[in-house]
């Protein structure tokens, strides 16, 4: 079956602007999960969807990012005024279920910003 | 806080060779798991094997086998055979066991491995 897919796969934007970045994870995956990599660094957590609520924002660095899944599938991150510093891989995951035993997340390719 | 540590940044093998990665990991958790994902220039981050803190004995999958020493907070990845398809970044990461909740994980920084002919 189709695996997580991410779009863009990459997104060049200015300083200050508004920019949106959609997952579509594995059919039938309830969790997903949105991580951010900066380069030279392993992927840090950003926020987690167990169906269409937030239900652990922690890694969410400021206000200016804010993400959603309004049907319990597709989900968009979103950030707001952007900054240079934002620059970095995003990469989203799924997986069939939060509990232990289908605990392996599968990542989709990733969407590369970078803020000019 | 969970955290793991790779020491080794970059190592290389020669094809059809062994190598070991190393990763270490400090948490007060009891029951968690770890992997080994492979991240290759196309950026898609694959699973390659993962364990269950809880199991004694260690992970295979193919050429690719851990050593996990739970009371030293090891977990290490060996590779025999060494193929040039191999070569990527490998990332250690710690997942938490959360009834319901967030299982997060809590990656390393990579080791990049380099098999050359």
């Known amino acids: 079956g189709a695996g997580v897919s991410q779009t863009p796969s990459n997104k060049v934007t200015e300083k200050g602007k508004y920019v949106e970045l959609r997952c579509d994870p594995i059919?039938?995956?309830?969790?997903l999960y949105w991580y951010r990599q900066s380069l030279g660094q392993g992927p840090e957590f950003l926020i987690y969807f167990q169906g269409t609520g937030a239900a652990d924002d922690s890694g969410l660095p400021n206000d200016r990012f804010f993400a959603v899944r309004p049907e319990g599938s597709v989900s968009t991150l979103k950030i707001q005024r952007t900054e240079r510093g934002d620059s970095a891989v995003y990469l989203c995951?799924?997986?069939?279920?939060?509990?232990?035993?289908?605990?392996?997340?599968?990542f989709g390719p990733g969407t590369r910003l970078t803020v000019l | 806080a969970q955290t793991v540590t790779q020491s080794q940044p970059e190592m290389s093998v020669q094809e059809a060779e062994t190598v070991t990665l190393s990763c270490t990991y400090d948490t007060s958790e009891n029951n968690y798991y770890l992997f080994w994902y492979k991240q290759p220039p196309s950026r898609q981050m694959i699973l390659v094997i993962r364990q269950e803190a809880y199991k004694q004995q260690n992970a295979t999958e193919n050429r690719f086998s851990v050593n996990f020493q739970k009371a030293a907070k090891s977990f290490s990845l060996k590779i025999s055979d060494s193929q040039l398809g191999d070569t990527a970044m490998y990332f250690c990461?710690?997942?938490?066991?959360?009834?319901?909740?967030?299982?997060?994980?809590?990656f390393g920084k990579g080791t990049k491995l380099t098999v050359n002919p």
């Open positions: 995951a799924s997986s069939l279920t939060p509990t232990a035993r289908f605990a392996t997340q599968y």
């Open positions: 990461a710690f997942m938490k066991h959360a009834w319901g909740g967030s299982e997060k994980l809590v």
């Open positions: 059919s039938g995956h309830t969790a």
